[in-house]
C-alpha cells in the first residue's frame, strides 16, 4: 500500500494494474443493498488503509467487513469515481485468495480505529500489548523507531567510522556503582543438569558444581549499561558502539522510566568531553533529520497529537545546542525562583541532581531548545567519570531536550588509574569486582569518553507521545512484565 500511495499523484498512474494486497480490515460497510461491500485495509506498510470495493457476487461480504478480519485479496486498481475521494485509487476486487477467522464484532476488544470518537486510550491499550499493533498511531510510533534504529547505524557506522559491538548483557559488575540491577537466577532442575553436561565432555565443566543454584559460580545481573565492555574496546583504540538492552530495576512510576530499554552506546577513544558532546549533538540532529527525511506520513499522524513535533524536529536538526555548566545551570535556576518566575518541588542548590522539573524548565522555558549541562559536582555522579582539576565536579555531561528531559548521559572517563581508584575508595565501591576495569588503567591506557543515549526517550521526544510505556512494543515497569 505504501509503494502505490507514495507515488506523485497518489497512485492513480497504476490505474489499470492488477495487485495482491493482504491486510487487517478497519472498517467495512456493505452499500448498494448488499450489492458490494468497501473495506478499509491496512497491510502494516504506512499509516494509510487501502479502499478495497468487493461486489457480493465475487465473495459472501458478511465474512469480510468485521473489523479485524484478515483478508487476501487480489483485484484491478482504479481511479475512484467519485471526486474529490480520499485517494486517488482504490482496488476493485477480481478474486478472493483467503480470508481470515472471522473477528467476531461483538467480542471484538478494539474499537474501529477510523473512528476518532472511539479512540482507546493509551491507558486501555496497555493492557492490550499483543493486540496494540493494529492501531494506526502505535504501528507508526514502530515505524519512526525502526528508521531511528537505522539512522543510528548510518550515523555511527557509515558516518563516523564505528563499529558496532554487542555487550554482555548478563554480569557481574554494575556499571552505574547505583545497585539498580535485576539478579540472574536459574530455574534449572537437577536432573536437567547431567544431561547437559555430557554433551560438553570435549571441554569438561568443573565436576563440583550444582549449577542449578550456582551457575556462575558468583551473583550476576542484567545489564544496567554496556559501558564497561565499551571501554575495554576503547582502551585499544576502537571507535565502539552497541545498541543494548538495559535494565534498570527502579521503582520509578514515571513517564520516562521504564525497567527494560534500549540504550544506544558510544565509547570514543581519544575524546574529551568537548568531543563527546560533539557527537552526541550531531547523532541528535542526524536522527531528526533521518525522521524529517523518511517519516513524511508517520510524522504527520504524530503531528494529529502533537501538532509541535515536526517544528521541534526541524529546530533540533537545525540549530546549535545551548551549552550551560551545572553551575551556570543552577544559578539561572536559583534566578528564576528568586525573581518569582517559578516554583519547584525540588528545591533548587548547588550539589542537587537536576530533577525533571529542571530539566523540562531549562528547555522548555528558558531556552526552548536542547541544553547541554555540562561538569556537574562528583558528589551526584557515577564513579567512572574524570574528577575535573577543581576537585569538585567532573567531566560529565546531559543533553536535555524539550517534552523529555534528560536524553543522554555522558561523560569523559577517568583513565587515572590512581585517581580513579581513590575515587571508588571514596564512594564505598568495593574493588574486587571492578578489577578488570581497573586493568584497563594499569597496563597503560588511552583518554577516552563516551555517551548514552536513552532510546525510547528518543522516539518519545521525535513522537510527542506522553508515556514512554507507549513507544515501545513489550513495555517492562514495576508490576508488568507479560506479553
Ligand atoms: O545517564 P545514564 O544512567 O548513563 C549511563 O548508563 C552511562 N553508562 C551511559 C554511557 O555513558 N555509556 O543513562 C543514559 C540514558 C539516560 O540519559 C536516559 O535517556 C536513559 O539512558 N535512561 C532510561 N530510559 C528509560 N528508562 C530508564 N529507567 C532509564 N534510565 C536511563
Ligand atoms: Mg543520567
Known amino acids: 500500500v505504501r509503494t502505490i500511495l507514495s507515488r506523485p499523484g497518489g497512485g492513480a498512474d497504476l490505474a489499470g494494474l492488477r495487485v495482491p494486497i493482504c491486510g487487517l480490515v478497519q472498517t467495512g460497510r456493505v452499500q448498494g443493498k448488499g450489492a458490494f461491500a468497501f473495506l478499509e485495509v491496512n497491510d502494516g506498510s504506512c499509516a494509510a488503509d487501502l479502499q478495497v470495493m468487493v461486489e457480493a457476487t465475487v465473495a459472501d461480504l458478511s465474512t469480510l ?31 478472493v485468495l483467503h480470508v481470515g477467522a472471522l473477528a467476531d464484532p461483538a467480542k471484538y476488544p478494539l474499537p474501529n480505529t477510523n473512528h476518532p470518537k472511539k479512540k482507546p486510550t493509551p491507558e486501555y491499550l496497555r493492557d492490550w500489548t499483543h493486540l496494540r499493533p493494529r492501531i494506526k498511531e502505535f504501528a507508526a510510533v514502530i515505524r519512526i523507531r525502526d528508521e531511528l534504529g537505522e539512522a543510528t547505524r548510518k550515523f555511527f557506522r557509515e558516518e563516523h567510522g564505528f563499529v558496532h559491538v554487542d555487550t554482555g548483557i548478563i554480569t557481574t559488575s554494575d556499571c552505574e556503582g547505583a545497585g539498580k540491577m535485576f539478579q540472574v537466577t536459574t530455574l534449572l532442575r537437577k536432573d536437567e543438569k547431567q544431561e547437559k553436561e555430557l554433551p560438553l565432555a570435549a571441554s569438561p565443566a568443573p565436576a563440583k558444581i550444582d549449577y542449578s543454584k550456582d551457575f ?132 533548587v542548590e548547588w550539589g542537587i541532581d537536576l530533577a525533571s522539573e529542571h530539566e523540562r524548565y531549562l528547555t522548555e ?100 507521545i506522553d508515556n514512554i510505556r507507549d513507544v515501545i512494543p513489550f513495555p517492562r515497569y514495576p508490576g508488568r512484565a507479560d506479553l
Open 216 to 347: 556462575f559460580g558468583q551473583a550476576a545481573y542484567l545489564s544496567v549499561s554496556g559501558q564497561l565492555h565499551l571501554e575495554t574496546l576503547a582502551c585499544a583504540g576502537h571507535k565502539v558502539f552497541t545498541v543494548g538492552p538495559t535494565f534498570r530495576a527502579e521503582q520509578s512510576h514515571t513517564s520516562r522510566h521504564l525497567a527494560e530499554f534500549r540504550m544506544v552506546e558510544a565509547e570514543i577513544p581519544n575524546a574529551d568531553l568537548e568531543q563527546d558532546m560533539k557527537c552526541a549533538e550531531a547523532y541528535v540532529k542526524y536522527m531528526c533529520q533521518w525522521l524529517l527525511d523518511k517519516c513524511h506520513d508517520d510524522m504527520q499522524l504524530m503531528a494529529e497529537h502533537d501538532k509541535g513535533c515536526i517544528a521541534r524536529l526541524k529546530l533540533v536538526a537545525s540549530t546549535p545546542f545551548i551549552r550551560l555548566s551545572y553551575t551556570e545551570a543552577v544559578q539561572l535556576l536559583e534566578d528564576a525562583v528568586k525573581h518569582g518566575k517559578k516554583k519547584f518541588e525540588k528545591k
Open 365 to 464: 522555558v528558558i531556552f526552548q531548545k536542547p541544553v547541554i549541562v555540562y561538569n556537574y559536582p562528583k558528589g551526584i555522579k557515577a564513579f567512572y567519570m574524570r574528577l575535573n582539576d577543581d576537585s569538585k565536579t567532573v567531566a560529565a555531561m546531559d543533553v536535555l531536550v524539550p517534552k523529555v528531559g534528560e536524553l543522554i548521559g555522558g561523560s569523559q572517563r577517568e583513565e587515572r588509574y590512581e585517581v580513579l581508584q581513590q575515587r571508588m575508595l571514596e564512594m564505598g565501591l568495593p574493588l574486587e569486582p571492578y578489577e578488570k576495569y581497573l586493568d584497563l588503567r594499569r597496563y597503560g591506557t588511552m583518554k577516552h569518553a563516551g555517551f548514552g543515549l536513552g532510546f525510547e526517550r528518543m522516539v518519545l521526544f521525535s513522537t510527542g
Open 65 to 95: 467487513v468485521p473489523t479485524g478480519t484478515c483478508v487476501h485479496v487480489v483485484g484491478m486498481l482504479k481511479v475512484p469515481p467519485k471526486l474529490g475521494a480520499k485517494q486517488k485509487v482504490e482496488l476493485h476486487v477480481e478474486e
